[in-house]
C-alpha cells in the first residue's frame, strides 16, 4: 500500500478534515453576504453616491481591506478573520447610527444582521476552524 496523499481514501480524506476541520456553512453565507455588500459599495463610492471628497477614499479603503478578509476568512487564516469580524462590528454599529438618524427600517435589518454576524464569528467552534501563523510556520 502506498502513502501517496494523492490517492488517499474517502475515510482517510475524512478523518483528516475531521482533525484539521473545514470551512463551517455559516462563514462561507457571511462571505457571501459581506462580498456582495462590499462590491456594492465599492461600485457605489466609485460613481460618486458618497460625494467626491474624502469619504470617496475612505469608502474605498474599506472596501479593500474587507474584501481581503474575506477571501483571508475562506482560506480560514486567523487575520482573515480578524479582518471580517471588525468589519461585522463596525457595519452593526454604522448602521444602527444611520437607523437612529434616518428612521428607515432597512439599516436596523441590515444592522442587527450584521450584529448577529458578528455574534457568530466569536464562536469558539469558528476560532478553532482557523488556522494560526505558527502552526504553517511550525508544519514546514
Excluded: Q
Excluded at 44 to 72: D, E, M, Q
Excluded at 86 to 110: I, K, Q, S, T
Amino acid at each position: 500500500m502506498t502513502t501517496d496523499p494523492t490517492h488517499e481514501t474517502d475515510s482517510a480524506k475524512a478523518e483528516r478534515l475531521a482533525i484539521h476541520g473545514g470551512i463551517l456553512p455559516g462563514m462561507a453565507a457571511i462571505a457571501i453576504f459581506l462580498l456582495l455588500v462590499t462590491m456594492f459599495n465599492a461600485f457605489a463610492a466609485i460613481h460618486g453616491v458618497f460625494g467626491t471628497g474624502p469619504a470617496r477614499y475612505g469608502i474605498c479603503a474599506a472596501c479593500t481591506l474587507l474584501a481581503a478578509g474575506i477571501f483571508g476568512l475562506l482560506r480560514l487564516s486567523r487575520w482573515g478573520w480578524a479582518l471580517v469580524t471588525a468589519g461585522c462590528l463596525v457595519m452593526a454599529v454604522g448602521d444602527g447610527y444611520l437607523f437612529g438618524r434616518n428612521h428607515v427600517g432597512f439599516f436596523a435589518v441590515r444592522g442587527l444582521l450584521e450584529l448577529c454576524f458578528f455574534l457568530y464569528l466569536i464562536r469558539t467552534e469558528v476560532r478553532d476552524r482557523l488556522r494560526s501563523p505558527i502552526a504553517k510556520s511550525s508544519a514546514r
